[in-house]
């Protein structure tokens, strides 16, 4: 168990649809991170929250955004969805204090499929 | 970030030490080296990190050479609960603003066997 809980476990939508992730971070950690993993592949960032702002982004379209709230949990939306966007969406939380080994706690992650 | 590559599977037995290598040619001054466990439908775990030299842990050792350009996790005695995706990163954890924005390459997928 890491204390991150990610909800819902598992969700089916339908093409062009929107969708909400939700995302609680372990106590205490005031950044927080979305990846996606395609099935085989490994996670790939989508952006981080720190403090409530966005503070970095990889290589991923508009319609990916998110929210970080004042306690810290999180929030990913997904407009206009796509087939591909079929994919496991990881949280991971950590405390940001610019040292080594600071350390990501994943959750368990949401299993998005796309019909 | 720098790049990484590893083995894209292993094979190895019950009680057998296991080491993963794991290159970083492009490895930058102030990048760490970390892995990451990861077992079916479950998020990445974080196994080790190190910078250089030999890093121990109760789960895993981590070998560094002198020139950094790659690093070798080493899990002694494996088991059957062994069997899992291992991922190795190399990053800046010291000037992000957490060591969260992380780049994860293909993994290594060790099968670990009765």
């Known amino acids: 168990e890491t204390g991150v809980t990610q909800s819902p476990t598992h969700l089916i939508k339908t093409r062009g649809q929107q969708v909400t992730l939700r995302c609680s971070s372990q106590?205490?950690?005031?950044?927080v991170s979305w990846y996606q993993q395609a099935l085989g592949q490994g996670p790939q960032f989508i952006f981080q929250?720190?403090?409530?702002?966005?503070?970095g982004r990889g290589n991923f379209p508009p319609r990916f955004s998110g929210l970080q709230f004042p306690n810290y949990s999180s929030e990913l939306n997904v407009n206009a969805l796509e087939l591909d966007d079929s994919a496991l969406y990881l949280c991971?939380?950590?405390?940001?204090?610019?040292?080594?080994?600071?350390?990501?706690?994943f959750g368990q992650g949401t299993r998005l499929t796309v019909v | 970030l720098a790049k990484t590559t590893q083995p894209i599977s292993m094979d190895s037995y019950e009680g057998q030490e296991v080491n993963i290598t794991c290159s970083h040619n492009?490895?930058?001054?102030?990048?760490?080296i970390t892995w990451y466990q990861q077992f079916p439908s479950q998020g990445p775990r974080f196994i080790i990190q190190?910078?250089?030299t030999k890093v121990t842990n109760e789960v895993a050792s981590l070998f560094i050479p002198a020139d950094r350009k790659s690093s070798t996790l080493s899990l002694p005695r494996v088991s059957l609960s062994d069997t899992a995706v291992y991922y190795c990163?190399?990053?800046?954890?010291?000037?992000?603003?957490?060591?969260?924005?992380?780049?994860f390459g293909g993994g290594t997928r060790l099968m670990v066997k009765p």
């Open positions: 991971a939380s950590s405390l940001a204090l610019g040292t080594p080994g600071t350390e990501a706690f």
């Open positions: 106590s205490g950690h005031n950044t």
């Open positions: 929250y720190y403090r409530e702002e966005e503070n």
């Open positions: 190190g910078y250089k």
């Open positions: 990163l190399v990053g800046d954890d010291m000037n992000n603003n957490a060591g969260n924005m992380l780049t």
């Open positions: 492009n490895i930058a001054t102030n990048d760490y």
